[in-house]
Every structure is written in C-alpha cells, then in structure tokens.
C-alpha cells in the first residue's frame, strides 16, 4: 500500500517510562519504518528555549560575510562550516545549493581516541567571530542527543530486543549535528539543482529541525513518487539511515529524500546525526538475523560513516586526491 503522508508519534510515555505508551510507540515505529522510513515525533523532551537558541544562533552564523564564515572552515575533523558547493551527493549532478556548519561530541586534544588518531574526534571548530554559538548550539546538541537516547530504546522495543539494546553501543556517540542554510533557489534553476539532491542518510537515525518554509520531501516507494513533510509544529522529523537499515537487514527502511527551496525565501534546518560510537560493531544478527539470512557483514559503525561522508564531501575527495599525487 503506498504511503500517503509521514506518521506524527508522541513520546510522552515513553519519556514517563510507561510499559503501555512504549509497547505502542514501538508498533508505530515499526510500521513506520518498515513502510517510508520517516516519521515525526512530538512531545520528545527537547526544551523550546533550547531550539529557540539554536535557530537564532544558526540566522546570525549565516548571516556573516562568507569571507569571514570562511575563517571556521570545515577541518579535517569535518567540523565548522561548509560553502556553498562543498557537498554533492552521490549520483548528483550538481553540488547542493545550500551552506552548513557542522560539531560533534565536544572531546579535548588529549582525550584517548583524539590521540589515537580516530577519524572525526577532537574539539569543535567554534568560530572566533561569534562567541555566542557555542553555547547555543552545544546545549541544542546536548538536548538532541538525550531525546535520541530516549527514541532508541523505543526503537529497539519496535525490534524485539531490550529497551537498553543500543545504550552500550552509545557510550561515546558518533553524533553530529549540522546548522543548514538553503538560499532561495534562483527562479531558473534546473530540474537538476537541489537544496539537498536525493540521498539517503549514512547513520543510525536522524532528527531534524526545520523551519516552517517546507520543502523536504521523500520517496515513497511503492509508487514511486515524492511525498511531502511539511513542517509541523512542535516536531522533530525523524528518519532511518543507512546504517541502521544495515544493522536491521533491512527490515527498517532507509528512503531517498531530498529538499528544494522553492518558496522564495531563505531556509533554516538542524540535523542532528546521532550515531553510535566508532567501534560499536553493526551486525544484524544482533538484532534477529539468522546466519543463512544475513545480508551484510559486520562492520565498525565509524568506519562506515566515514566512508560515506568521504564520498559526499568535495573538500574531502579534494583533499585525498592531493595526498594520492602529493600535492600541497
């Protein structure tokens, strides 16, 4: 049956710790995930003044003159903020026509894992021309990765495994949380230019903030066709990445979505990617599959991510491709 529209979830119970409300989240998950891959969630925890900071700080940050964006460049890290043309997803004919900046866990240079070498690990990329976003932002992040928490234990319900599956593989999360900004696409633009062309997301889940211009939509797949999910008061749209389809054998869907901004005026979003730890090993038995059903072998979840942005990122495929020919 095709899908029509995006579900709305309410996570109040589960945020009481009532057994009912989870039993029933856990079935709308299911449903949801296994049909278009998307769903909203309401009532998730994250403080209004929280998201009200974070937008504001995210109007002021784009705002600045790229030349002085540009002094919080992405690193090598991929944290701090990306120009328009940075990233084109793959099989896209054009960059995305949007800017973003990007943290993740905030960890000190002499943490183990910062030490040790671990892709994407180490301190943010805080720009010094606005003190104001750090504090902003990273209690956004913060308040993001708790509603995360509380959405995976109904996740796992909705698997059949223990509320507390994922806690483990979550000890020192891989999330990162983007700020994104969608000038008003030109008039003529081609069929072919995309605030974000169709893609499916790398990690676990993702939980996103959009303003209230509207523009995302997502494939629905037994038809074939775009549908939309327009903003909704109060909400965090909420979809499966690659990642955890991978994890599940596919039982969870991860969907080809894309936005574009033909309203006219500037778009706002934030993304939150909240994906488990670097180590934390994806293997779908763990999550049901027998041995002579298992379509993908087990995989280090870092590992996985950082291939997939490597493959998305201009600055990334830029900068490999300078190390392969030893240029500066």
């Avoid at 856990?26 to 296994?34: G, H, L, Q, W």
């Avoid at 062309?197 to 790398?202: F, G, L, S, V």
């Avoid at 211009?213 to 037994?222: D, F, S």
């Avoid at 038995?285 to 998305?312: C, F, H, M, Q, T």
């Amino acid at each position: 049956m095709p899908v029509t529209h995006i579900p709305i979830i309410d996570l109040a119970g589960v945020r009481a710790g009532d057994p009912h409300a989870m039993q029933r989240v856990a079935r709308e998950i299911r449903a949801a995930c296994t049909t278009i891959g998307f769903f909203y969630i309401v009532n998730h925890g994250v403080p209004q003044a929280s998201i009200d900071a974070a937008q504001h700080a995210a109007r002021t940050f784009f705002a600045f003159a790229p030349e002085t964006k540009r002094r919080a460049a992405v690193n090598h890290r991929h944290r701090g903020f990306n120009a328009l043309g940075d990233a084109t997803m793959y099989q896209a004919k054009r960059p995305d026509y949007k800017e973003f900046f990007s943290i993740g866990l905030e960890l000190p240079e002499d943490d183990p894992d910062v030490l040790a070498g671990q892709a994407l690990r180490g301190p943010n990329n805080w720009p010094d021309f606005m003190p104001q976003l750090r504090p902003a932002l990273y209690g956004y992040y913060e308040a993001v990765g708790a509603c995360g928490a509380d959405l995976l234990r109904a996740v796992a319900a909705s698997l059949g495994v223990a509320e507390d599956f994922f806690a483990p593989r979550y000890t020192k999360r891989m999330q990162r949380t983007q700020m994104v900004y969608y000038p008003p696409q030109p008039p003529q633009s081609d069929a072919d230019q995309f605030g974000v062309a169709p893609h499916t997301d790398y990690g676990c889940i993702t939980l996103l903030w959009q303003d209230q211009v509207g523009g995302l939509q997502v494939r629905e797949i037994a038809n074939d066709t775009w549908v939309d999910a327009p903003p909704v008061e109060g909400s965090f749209v909420v979809n499966v990445g690659d990642l955890l389809a991978r994890w599940t054998n596919d039982r969870f869907r991860s969907t080809l979505h894309r936005v574009i901004n033909a309203s006219g005026r500037e778009r706002y979003s934030i993304a939150t990617f909240y994906d488990p730890t670097y180590g934390a090993l994806v293997d779908p038995r763990d999550l049901g599959a027998r041995d002579d059903e298992v379509k993908y072998p087990p995989v280090a979840a870092g590992d996985y991510i950082l291939g997939r942005i490597n493959d998305s990122m201009g600055y990334r495929k830029k900068r490999a491709q300078e190390a392969s020919t030893g240029s500066e």
